[in-house]
Nanobody, 123 residues
Framework: QVQLVESGGGLVQPGGSLRLSCAAS????????IGWFRQAPGKEREGVLC????????YYSDSVKGRFTISRNNANNTVYLQMKSLKDEDTAVYYC????????????????WGKGTLVTVSS
């Protein structure tokens, strides 16, 4: 069974940093791309960043460029989202997902999702 479990969310002040983790199981992790997504209160879910099986990252959102970084560790089947210079607007539930493709594609193609972890940016 494909399983994705997010962790690392919490309360952080504006300008602070946080690292989220996505632990994967049930598939050959190193063969497939993993993406991070978020849903803010009252808004639709949007893509944030994606990383391919070849360790190439791609931005879905211009608003996080220069602040967020995605990485993967195939040894422990984990994808990370390092968030810096956090803003109030980054408050959202963050999800990781995959469509079992080796490359990053349309977020709408993702069909395996974690339950999410809440990030709250507030002073």
């Amino acid at each position: 069974q494909v399983q994705l479990v997010e962790s690392g969310g919490g309360l952080v002040q504006p300008g602070g940093s946080l690292r989220l983790s996505c632990a994967a199981s049930g598939f050959t992790f190193n063969n497939y791309a993993i993406g991070w997504f978020r849903q803010a209160p009252g808004k639709e879910r949007e893509g944030v960043l994606c990383i391919s099986s070849g360790d190439v990252s791609a931005y879905y959102s211009d608003s996080v460029k220069g602040r967020f970084t995605i990485s993967r560790n195939n040894a422990n089947n984990t994808v990370y989202l390092q968030m810096k210079s956090l803003k109030d607007e980054d408050t959202a539930v963050y999800y990781c997902a995959t469509d079992l493709e080796s490359f990053c594609t349309d977020p709408g193609d993702m069909n395996y999702w974690g339950k999410g972890t809440l990030v709250t940016v507030s002073s």
